[in-house]
């Protein structure tokens, strides 16, 4: 039987590998090669990327750029993780020299967030590819939202290179932004699961009044180019685009992260709950202080959440440790709506606590790091008055029927067809 398994799971690989040797879609960078670079020729070139920021055969965009005639590529621009994604989370980066290319990569995770004057001194236009993950407190969108800012004060352009949404173009799910809980790691008064491209999202918010923390006059006069993929669809989830995955942050090197990220990343704020991070399952492997796996298992499954089910496994550390917990498996993306389960996860962490709603005794600085990322208001009042008691169906569908209505709201900046 354990020879079949890992006969099947070769297989399983094997066969993504060879659909990821033949690429299905062309990315916002092949887009722009095709046309020979054509928008940017004749003026100065920044560039905000990262290490996933690659063109459909996996070459950095910084090289494809360097090495094109027709670029006058002069600057690098990097976000949280920086130009070749090294830190963690959280570590601010500092401005260097990039060697590959001799060029000065502007840290954006530093001192600065919002480019500065001097930063942007000597480019005519910025170019932006960062891949996202569809997930609102992923903070590569933030990274665009305040260059766009930045560059339109300033009078530089902006080029967003397109790139898919990992989770497709139709899952729309979790809570709204309250605006008193906008911040870094939530930039976009969108649901959770927003749904957009990345390109999309920059749409939104130059054409849209009040997104963008700059006068009237400079959104309406700043000039954005988004330059389209070439054959993706809003139906298509990563492994239909035929791309190889690189990893788009240290904790998330596979789609299976990416996916998890969606599901499990509120449920881990606070409360004691662990999603394996720094083991082989980051954001999939869920744990708790105290109790088995079988327990968890059983206490997940009694929260009948359509669209998943749950195996209990060991994670392994990078220095070997075994991590027993429960590997959350996805039986029906369509089905699913992958935030519920950290509301969940929210509600058992309050009747498992030893101390009593560990909600309810959060310091100031842990409430508002939980708020700024699941971003509701109405939520926090309750699981910190209700703990245990909290209806989460309630919630689940409410937010349910606001990301159908955000949904239909911005249909008018889709790029793509289902």
């Keep these: 039987m354990r020879k079949l398994q890992l006969l099947l799971t070769f297989l399983l690989f094997a066969g993504m590998t060879m659909l990821n040797a033949a690429p299905k879609i062309d990315l916002g960078i092949d887009t722009l090669e095709k046309t020979g670079f054509k928008q940017l020729q004749g003026k100065r070139v920044g ?11 996996g070459v950095p965009t910084w090289k494809v750029l360097n090495d094109a005639p027709a670029v006058n590529l002069v600057a690098l621009y990097g976000p949280e993780h920086g130009v070749d994604g090294k830190a963690a989370a ?44 569809g997930v609102r ?53 969108v649901p959770y699961v927003h749904g957009l491209t990345i390109g999309e999202l920059a749409i939104f918010a130059k054409k849209q009044p009040g997104i963008l923390d ?12 988004v330059v389209p993929m070439g054959g993706w669809k809003r139906s298509m989830m990563w492994p239909s685009t035929g791309l190889s995955w690189i990893p788009t942050s240290p904790a998330i090197p596979d789609l299976s992260a990416a996916m998890g990220y969606s599901m499990t990343g509120l449920g881990a704020q606070l409360g004691g709950f662990r999603h394996g991070v ?12 105290g109790r088995s796996p079988g327990l968890v298992r059983h206490a997940l499954e009694s929260c009948d959440i359509d669209g998943l089910d749950f195996h209990v496994t060991n994670g392994k550390t990078g220095s070997g440790k075994d991590v027993p917990g429960v590997y959350i498996v996805v039986k029906d993306w369509n089905q699913l709506q992958p935030t519920a389960i950290s509301f969940y996860m929210m509600k058992l962490a309050c009747k498992w606590s030893p101390d009593g709603n560990p909600f309810s005794k959060a310091t100031e600085a842990q409430q508002r790091l939980f708020n700024i990322h699941v971003g509701s208001e109405a939520w926090w009042n309750e699981i910190t008055t209700k703990g245990g008691d909290v209806d989460v ?17 911005t249909r008018q900046f889709w790029l793509y067809k289902p």
């Design 137 to 189: 407190s992923y903070t590569y969108v933030s990274a665009m939202r305040y260059t766009m800012e930045a560059c339109f004060e300033q009078g530089v352009d902006v080029m967003i290179l397109d790139r898919p949404n990992p989770l497709g173009g139709l899952k729309v799910d979790g809570p709204p932004l309250d605006p008193q809980f906008e911040s870094y790691v939530g930039t976009f008064p």
């Design 214 to 225: 700059i006068s009237d006059q400079d959104r309406k006069k700043g000039k954005l180019y």
């Design 90 to 133: 959280n570590e601010y980066v500092k401005t260097k020299t990039h060697g590959p290319t001799g060029l000065t990569a502007y840290s954006l995770y530093d001192k600065f967030r919002k480019p500065s004057w001097e930063m942007l001194d000597g480019i005519d236009i910025m170019v932006v590819d960062l891949q996202d993950l």
């Design 393 to 409: 169906a309630t919630f689940v569908a409410q937010w349910a029927n606001q990301a159908r209505q955000f949904q239909n709201e």
């Design 47 to 57: 560039l905000l990327t990262h290490p996933a920021g690659v063109n459909r055969n």
């Design 278 to 289: 720094g083991t082989q399952y980051p954001f999939r492997l869920l744990s708790y202080p």
